[in-house]
C-alpha cells in the first residue's frame, strides 16, 4: 500500500519556554554551529526544509525585559544564507515581518538568498504589528486590526511583482557581441496600491525557484483567507487530531475560491515530541520535560498573561487568585508585550472560567494547571508509536505534515531523525532521498507558470 | 613609514570595476549570480593575507549614471544583496574580514545592525560593514517613502548627518547586550541578566529606536565600520563614526590635506585616542610587463571608457608597490584596491605585489590574529553600556 506523504520541517528551537536551556545539552542559541548542526541534521534526515521563528523586540512583562527564556536570535535571512554553505537540498525558511520591512528590500534579500542557495529560500510571511515592536522602526508600527492583512496581502504581492520582474532569459552575457541584457527594461516596475507607490527597476535578476515559496502563519479568518489566497504552506498551531481536521477542512474548502487545488497549500502544524524506549519511558520523559518548561515562576507568569495583571506575589504551588482577569481593548498594552500570542487568549474570562473549573476539578496548583494548558507534546511514545500517529494525522487529513519543534538546542532533532525517520521512510510515508533540488520540489508544489506569473 | 606594515583590502563588484571588465577571456560573466563565483574571489583574496573584503552594492540597479538610472545593455546590470552574499560566503572562509556595502538611507539601522552582527557570528569574528547613502531619486522612488530636497548639497548634508545617526544606532545595538548578559542561572530560573540588557532611546530627526538589540553582542564586540569618502561631509563621518575611510587621493599632496580633514574631524568628535584609518582606493590593472598592463587598460578603455572616482593605475606589481610606498608617507595607513577585471587583477595582487610587499618587509606573511579587528590592529572595545558593576563581574 502506497501510503500519503508527509513533509517535514525543523523549526530551530526559539524564545519561549518551549526550550529547555538548563540541561547539560543545552548549547548556545546564537552560535553559528548550532544552527549548522540542526540545519544538517535536517538534511540528513531528507526534511523539507528548517524554519527560523522572529520577534523584532525583546519581550517584556510587567515592564521589564522578560528574562526566564533563551533571548538573542539573529537576522534570519542573514543566518539562513550563512545556512546555505553548509547544506545542498534543505529549503531554508525565513519568517520576515511584513510590517517592518519595505517589500524592495525583503524582496532583495529573498531572491538573493535563493540564488546563493541554488532554489532553497522560503518566507514565512507574518503580520506583528504592535507599537511597542515598532519603537525600533523609522515607521513605527501601528496598523489597525484590520489594515495589517490589507499590507501584508499588498506586501506580497509587490515582492512577487518584484522578482517576477525578470523573467530568467534576460542575461547573455555575449562577450563578443557585448551584449550583457537582451532587454533594455529587465527588472522594471510600477506598483500604486495604498499601501505602497513604487517604481523603477529590480536589481536581482530571476532566481531558481522564482519566487520564493511563501508560509503564512496566523489563525484569525483573515489569516485564514490571506494563506488560501497566497501562501504554499501554513504554519499552524493546531495540536489535536479533531481540532487538526476541522482547520485542515475549513483552510482547504477556501481554495477554490482562488482556482487552486488543494495539494497548492500544505499544513503544517508546530509539533513537539517526546521520545523512548517504551511508551512508559517516552511518558515519563514527556512529564520531565513539562516539569522542566513549566517552572514555578514560568507559570506565574503565563497566568499573568491571560490575568493582564502582575501576579508575582502569588504561590505558584497555591490556588488560582480570586480576582478576575483585567479585560482591554485590542490596541492597549498589556502586562506582556512582544508576544505573538498575547492576543491568542481572545476572551480572557471564558479562559479563567474554564481554568478554575479545571483546577477544582483536579486539584490543580497554578503550576499543575499551566503544565497542563500550555506546551503539552503533541507526540509521545516509541519511535514507531510517533511514526504511527504522524501518519495518522496525514491519513486523516489533520495536517499534511509537520514543523518539528525541539526542547533542546541543537540537538534536540537528532534522535527524532535517527530513530523515527527511518520507519517512516521504511513505511513509506516520507522521502528515502530528495527528488528534486528546490524547495518548490520538495513540496510537490506546481509549477510556478501555472500561477500567476505575468 | 617604510617600517611601517601596509593594510591592504580589496572592492569585489560584479566582473570587476572596469565596465568592459566581462568581455575579457578571463571573466565569469555568466556565473555571477552563483555562489561559487564570490567563494572562489574571496578564497583568493585570503589566499592572498589580504585584511578585509569589501562586496558592492546599491539599492537600484547599476547604472553608468551617477545621478540617474540609465538603460544600458551592455554592460553588467543586476546585483546580488551584498550582506546576504558576505554571509554566504564567511562558513568558507577562516581568516579574511568581510564588509558588505549597506544603504543606510531609507533602510531600518536595527535591520542593519542584527545583520552586520549576524555576520560576525558566522565569520566568528570578521565582519564589517561599508556603509553609504542613497542619493537619487530613483533610489527613493523604489521604496517610496520620501522624496528628496531639490538642492543636492543640503541633500547630501541631510544624507550624510542621517547616516551618521544610522551608525551611532548600530554601534549602541552592538553594544546593548552586555557580553556577559546572558547567565543560564539555574539557581533563579534567568537566562538573561536584564540589569545587562540596555536600552539605546535613540532619537533623532529621521527615526528614533529604543532597543536593545534582538541579537546579543557580536564577537568582536563592534565589527568594523567604514565608508567611502570623497567631500568634506563624508570625512566628517569617517572622523566621527567610523574605523576606515575609503579615500580617493590623486597624488600624495591630496591624500595628506584628505588625511588631515580626517584627523580633525575624528579630533573634533574627541576620537584622538582611536585608530581610524584612511585608505586610498585605487583601481589596478596590472602584468609582470608594465606595457601589457598599459595596452590591456588601453584596451579595456577602448572598449569601454572607464569614468573612475579612484585613481586608475596600471603598471607592474612592484610599480605599484611603489606607488603605495610614495602614498603611505602622505600618511594613508592602507588601500582598498579595486581589481580592474576579476579574477585576473585579483590573482595580480595576491600573487603578484603581495609577494613583492613582503620581500620588503611591508605586509604579514602570515595571518596573526583571527578578528578583523585583530588584522587592524583595532582593541576589543568595552561595552559603552558597562558600568563597573556589572563589567567583569563575570571574572
Ligand atoms: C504558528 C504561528 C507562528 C507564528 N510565528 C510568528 C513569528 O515567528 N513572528 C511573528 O512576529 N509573528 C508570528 N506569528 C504571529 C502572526 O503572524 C500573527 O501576527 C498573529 O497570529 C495574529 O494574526 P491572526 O489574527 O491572523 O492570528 C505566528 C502565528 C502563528 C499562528
Redesign the pocket.
Known amino acids: 500500500m502506497s501510503r500519503r506523504q508527509m513533509h517535514l520541517a525543523a523549526h530551530f528551537p ?1 524564545v519561549n519556554n518551549t526550550t529547555v536551556w538548563s540541561e547539560p545539552e543545552s548549547g548556545s542559541q546564537i552560535e553559528f554551529a548550532s544552527f549548522a548542526h540542526m540545519a544538517r541534521t535536517a538534511e540528513r534526515a531528507k526534511f523539507d526544509f528548517i524554519f ?5 523586540r525583546l519581550r517584556e512583562q510587567n515592564g521589564a525585559i522578560y528574562d526566564l527564556d533563551v533571548v538573542g536570535r539573529p537576522d534570519n535571512a542573514t543566518i539562513l544564507a550563512a545556512v546555505a554553505a553548509v547544506t545542498d537540498r534543505l529549503g531554508l525558511a525565513a ?1 520576515i ?1 511584513s510590517t517592518f520591512n519595505e517589500p524592495y528590500e525583503v524582496a532583495r534579500r529573498l531572491a538573493s538568498i535563493d540564488h546563493l542557495s541554488g532554489g532553497r529560500a522560503a518566507w ?6 504592535d507599537k511597542f ?1 515598532g519603537e525600533n522602526f523609522r515607521r513605527g508600527g501601528y496598523l489597525a ?1 484590520g489594515d ?2 490589507l499590507r501584508a496581502k499588498q506586501f506580497l504581492d509587490t515582492v512577487m511583482t518584484l522578482v517576477d520582474s525578470w523573467r530568467g532569459d534576460e542575461i547573455v552575457a555575449d562577450k563578443a557581441t557585448g551584449e550583457f541584457l537582451r532587454d533594455a527594461g529587465a527588472g522594471r516596475f510600477d506598483v500604486a496600491v495604498d499601501q505602497f507607490d513604487i517604481r523603477g527597476r529590480f536589481s536581482v535578476p530571476r532566481s531558481p525557484q522564482g519566487r520564493p515559496v511563501v508560509l ?9 483567507e ?1 494563506a488560501a489566497a497566497s501562501a504554499d504552506a ?4 493546531h495540536g489535536s487530531l479533531e481540532a487538526g481536521q476541522a482547520f485542515y477542512t475549513d483552510v482547504k474548502r477556501r481554495l477554490a475560491a482562488y482556482g487552486r487545488s488543494e495539494d497548492q497549500l500544505k499544513i503544517l ?2 509539533t513537539t515530541f517526546a521520545l523512548g524506549d517504551t511508551q512508559a519511558e517516552a511518558e515519563e520523559r514527556g512529564r520531565r520535560i513539562r516539569r522542566q518548561q513549566v517552572s514555578g515562576q514560568t507559570a506565574l507568569r503565563f497566568l499573568e498573561q491571560v490575568w493582564n495583571r502582575d501576579l508575582s506575589h502569588l504561590d505558584p504551588d497555591g490556588p488560582l487568585p480570586e480576582i478576575d482577569p483585567l479585560v482591554v481593548d485590542a490596541d492597549s498594552p498589556r502586562v506582556s508585550q512582544g508576544r ?2 498575547d ?2 487568549y481572545r476572551d480572557p474570562l471564558a479562559t479563567a472560567k474554564e481554568w478554575r473549573e479545571r483546577a477544582a476539578a483536579g486539584n490543580l496548583s497554578i503550576r499543575d494547571l499551566m503544565t497542563e494548558v500550555t506546551s503539552r507534546q503533541s507526540f509521545v511514545g516509541t519511535p514507531l508509536g510517533i511514526a504511527e500517529q504522524m501518519e495518522r494525522f496525514v491519513e486523516q487529513r489533520a495536517s499534511d505534515g509537520f ?1 518539528l519543534v525541539p526542547h533542546i538546542t541543537p540537538g534536540g532533532l537528532d534522535d527524532f531523525a535517527d530513530r523515527v525517520v527511518p520507519i517512516l521512510q521504511e513505511r513509506g510515508s516520507f522521502r528515502a532521498d530528495y527528488t528534486g533540488t528546490t524547495l518548490r520540489d520538495h513540496l510537490g508544489l506546481a509549477p510556478l507558470d501555472a500561477r500567476s506569473v505575468v | 613609514m617604510s617600517d611601517t606594515p601596509l593594510h591592504l583590502g580589496v572592492s569585489l563588484d560584479g566582473a570587476g570595476r572596469h565596465p568592459a571588465a566581462w568581455r575579457e577571456p578571463g571573466a565569469r560573466p555568466d556565473e555571477l549570480f552563483t555562489a561559487g563565483y564570490w567563494a572562489d574571489l574571496v578564497a583568493e583574496a585570503e589566499h592572498g593575507l589580504l585584511d578585509l573584503v569589501t562586496i558592492d552594492d546599491s539599492l537600484g540597479l547599476q547604472s553608468a549614471d551617477p545621478f540617474a538610472a540609465d538603460d544600458r545593455v551592455d554592460q553588467v546590470r543586476g546585483r546580488l544583496d551584498a550582506s546576504m552574499l558576505a554571509a554566504r560566503i564567511a562558513p568558507l572562509t577562516a581568516h579574511i574580514g568581510i564588509l558588505p556595502t549597506v544603504v543606510v538611507t531609507h533602510t531600518e539601522p536595527f535591520h542593519v545592525s542584527t545583520t552586520i552582527a549576524t555576520i560576525d557570528y558566522v565569520s566568528s569574528g570578521r565582519a564589517g560593514v561599508q556603509v553609504r547613502v542613497a542619493a537619487r531619486p530613483d533610489d527613493a522612488a523604489l521604496l517610496g517613502r520620501r522624496t528628496f530636497p531639490a538642492d543636492r548639497d543640503a541633500l547630501l548634508r541631510e544624507l550624510f548627518d542621517e547616516a551618521a545617526d544610522a551608525v551611532e544606532v548600530i554601534r549602541r545595538l552592538w553594544d546593548s547586550w552586555e557580553d556577559d548578559a546572558i547567565v543560564r542561572d539555574g539557581a533563579t530560573g534567568r537566562f538573561v541578566d536584564r540589569e545587562r540588557l540596555h536600552y539605546i532611546d535613540f532619537e533623532g530627526p529621521r527615526f528614533s529606536v529604543r532597543g536593545p538589540s534582538i541579537t546579543p553582542r557580536p564577537p568582536q564586540g563592534q565589527p568594523v565600520v567604514a565608508a567611502l569618502a570623497h567631500r568634506a561631509e563624508p570625512f566628517a563621518l569617517v572622523g566621527t563614526s567610523c574605523d576606515i575611510g575609503f579615500v580617493t587621493p590623486r597624488d600624495a599632496a591630496d591624500a595628506r590635506g584628505i588625511v588631515a580633514a580626517i584627523r580633525e574631524a575624528q579630533a573634533g568628535a574627541g576620537r584622538e585616542a582611536e585608530t581610524v584609518h584612511v585608505w586610498a582606493d585605487l583601481t589596478v590593472v596590472l602584468d609582470d610587463d608594465a606595457a601589457a598592463a598599459r595596452d590591456r587598460l588601453a584596451r579595456l578603455d577602448a572598449t569601454d571608457p572607464c569614468t573612475d572616482d579612484a585613481r586608475v593605475v596600471a603598471g607592474t606589481p612592484a610599480e605599484l608597490a611603489d606607488l603605495l610606498v610614495e602614498l603611505g608617507e602622505a600618511g594613508l595607513t592602507g588601500f582598498r584596491l579595486r581589481p580592474a577585471v576579476l579574477p585576473d587583477d585579483l590573482r595580480h595582487i595576491t600573487r603578484g605585489l603581495v609577494p613583492e610587499l613582503q620581500r620588503r618587509g611591508l605586509f604579514r606573511t602570515a595571518y596573526e590574529a583571527t578578528t578583523l579587528r585583530g588584522h587592524l590592529g583595532l582593541p576589543r572595545p568595552a561595552d559603552r553600556y558597562a558600568t563597573a558593576d556589572t563589567a567583569g563581574s563575570h571574572s
Do not use: C
Open positions: 526559539g527560523l521563528a522572529e520577534g523584532l519568517t515581518s514565512n510571511v507574518v503580520t506583528s504589528w515592536t486590526q495589517r492583512y503564512q502563519a496566523g489563525d484569525s479568518d483573515e489569516g485564514r490571506f501554513i504554519f499552524t498551531r502544524p508546530a505573538a500570542a492576543r491568542m514543523i
